[in-house]
């Protein structure tokens, strides 16, 4: 109603911001009844790969509308903000319902995650350093980007198949009789096509909004899109490091972050040679520092499987201080 109906900017903006939060939580609600048979690495995975459909639909209307600032700081923004405000608070959450103040949980998943977060960063980082000095490389950032892209989903489908078939026992922590399948699929149907519609909305009341508020378009993507498009994650892995289960609480942060580092970025750079705008792995060279420091950051805290509350705070000031920078960009 809001957007046919030609409400307003701003009211039209904050309608849809709220619209695709809560299609995120529904799409969480409904993955969470499916997933209630399975394992925290699973369920995990279903959640961030179907929490993750509204921000797809985001990036790829911001660059059918030319919105290359919006949509690549909404991807690296998606990553800034579940592997360093959400993982934080997740960890505050988990240390403090933990009796002796640590949160615990599987080393696996948070190394194999640094380790596909290094492979993206790794190309990030080579064609800003190739940019920088302008070497003949330079002139050929789209090729080396579908190279890229190409490599980061070959690393990511050796990576996630044996991961989901290591990962079949029954989630225990959840409930031990699982509800029907059918509900669960029409409610996944539904909100996956209501997605794509309110994405072009938010995406066509943003531009206008943004230039109302006196907000840069780096604040818009890093920090508005991407905590509204990962508001699946939010939700889930609150409650769930609430409840103490800290395996599936860091299952779904960490396979958010692996998700769009390796698989959704360089999906979005071979969707985005069909587009007006493309997309490659071209960054500022301040975002390229700030994903450097920050799998360093989620590699020294999570690696060892236990984390402290201020470790969680630390986290979460990371984010804050780069969102803070994005003001001002």
């Keep these: ?88 608070f997740v960890l505050v959450i988990g240390s403090r319902r933990s009796t002796d103040g640590l949160m615990r949980f599987s080393t696996k998943l948070p190394k194999d995650t640094a380790t596909l977060l290094q492979v993206t960063v790794f190309i990030i980082v080579l064609l800003g350093l190739s940019l920088a000095s302008g070497d003949p490389a330079s002139h050929h950032v789209k090729t080396i980007s579908i190279v890229g892209a190409v490599c980061l989903l070959v690393v990511y489908a050796a990576w996630v198949v044996p991961y989901m078939r290591g990962d079949q026992a029954p989630a225990s922590h959840i409930r031990e009789a699982a509800p029907p399948l059918v509900p669960a699929l029409a409610l996944l149907t539904v909100a996956g096509i209501a997605s794509a519609f309110v994405s072009d909305w938010f995406v066509t009341a943003l531009s ?57 970025f360089p999906l979005l750079v071979l969707i985005s040679l ?47 201080i780069l969102a803070t920078l994005t003001l001002f960009e």
């Design 1 to 88: 109603m809001a957007n046919y109906a030609g409400w307003p900017t701003i009211p039209r903006f904050a309608v849809a911001t709220a619209a695709l939060a809560g299609l995120a939580w529904v799409v969480s609600f409904a993955t969470e009844q499916l997933a209630m048979r399975f394992g925290p690495g699973v369920t995990g995975m279903m959640q961030s790969t179907l929490g993750n459909l509204p921000e797809l639909f985001v990036v790829i209307f911001a660059l059918q509308k030319g919105e290359l600032i919006v949509a690549q700081t909404a991807i690296v923004g998606s990553i800034f903000a579940n592997a360093l405000f959400v993982l934080g």
């Design 208 to 264: 206008p909004a943004i230039v109302q508020l006196n907000l840069s378009q780096a604040f818009a993507g890093l920090v508005i899109v991407a905590i509204a498009g990962n508001a699946v994650e939010n939700f889930t892995a609150f409650v769930q490091s609430y409840k103490g289960n800290a395996d599936l609480a860091i299952s779904v942060v960490k396979n958010s972050v692996a998700q769009i580092a390796a698989f959704l």
């Design 274 to 320: 069909l587009l007006k705008t493309q997309l490659t792995f071209e960054l500022q060279p301040v975002y390229i520092g700030a994903l450097v420091l920050t799998v360093l950051a989620i590699d020294q805290i999570t690696g060892d499987g236990e984390a402290a509350e201020f470790e969680g705070w630390a986290l979460a000031s990371l984010y804050v």
